[in-house]
């Protein structure tokens, strides 16, 4: 290890603890790391409480999740030549104070680094860019809209000051916003897709709300069967697209 420690701390700033507290592991997918074979990482705890959040389970750091880190790299470690990436995912993974050693860590396996983030630290967000070859961004509303969905005040701020720094820093991206038709309506995107063409965004997805197996979609006509919604931001984007709940 001792050849291995003052390399890690060059690329991340010496944090003193690498390990991360580990929600879960997929070990391979194609469609959460555009182009490569990857696995993913699931933090545990996230500062916000989006209504639809998929991955309740996950909004809270149990203590001892982070005793899975080790297991982790030791997976990781049998996928080397095998897998081109992992994706960093949550639970919110801007949250783990480790975060930035830990990728350093996978990256000197030989793995490319993807994070899904919803933009909560942009100083920990600014850290760890160096490391990355991709960001699924996360954008929840019009910034000044956002605590109706994140429950957050000051939520909306954060998040416009990461999504900027992540477009300065060139790193490729995508910018997201998951439809739940009793949250976001047409003039709200039509609001949200200003906000993002002001900073600056050239890709942009809309993906359809999955409600849980449980629970019935609250309406069939969502923004999603607006036409000319559809159409506007398709002109208005370079890239666009909107992704089904099942087709991604
Ligand atoms: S930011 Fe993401 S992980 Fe956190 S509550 Fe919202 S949807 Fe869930």
């Known amino acids: ?41 699931f933090c545990q705890g996230c500062p916000w409480r989006c209504p639809y959040c998929h991955n309740p389970h996950l909004l809270r750091r149990h203590p001892r999740a982070a005793a899975k880190w080790p297991e982790v790299l030791a997976f990781l470690r049998s996928r080397t030549g095998l897998l081109d990436g992992v994706a960093f995912s949550g639970g919110e993974p801007l949250l783990q104070p480790g975060l930035g050693r830990a990728m350093a860590e996978v990256r000197l396996m030989g793995f490319q680094i993807a994070l899904h ?23 929840k509303a019009p910034f000044a809209d956002y605590a109706r969905i994140t429950g957050v005040s000051g939520s909306g701020t954060a998040a416009r000051e990461s999504l900027g720094v992540l477009l300065d820093s060139g790193v490729s991206y995508e910018v997201r916003t998951t439809v739940d038709p009793t949250l976001l309506c047409s003039d709200a995107i039509r609001n949200l897709a200003r906000d993002l ?25 969502t923004a999603l069967h607006d036409q000319a919604l559809i159409e506007w931001l398709a002109e208005t984007f370079p890239s666009f697209e909107v992704r089904s709940a099942t087709g991604r």
């Open 197 to 221: 063409v002001r900073l600056g965004v050239r890709r942009f997805v809309l993906q359809e709300y999955r409600p849980p197996a449980n629970q019935p979609v609250a309406s069939p006509e």
């Open 117 to 139: 983030t919803a933009g909560s630290g942009p100083g920990n967000l600014s850290r760890v860019l160096r490391l990355l070859q991709w960001v699924g961004f996360d954008v």
């Open 1 to 41: 290890m001792s050849h291995v420690i003052p390399t890690l701390e060059a690329a991340t700033g010496a944090e003193a603890d690498g390990s991360i507290a580990v929600g879960g592991l997929t070990p391979l997918t194609t469609v959460d790391f555009p182009g490569r074979l990857a696995a993913v990482v």
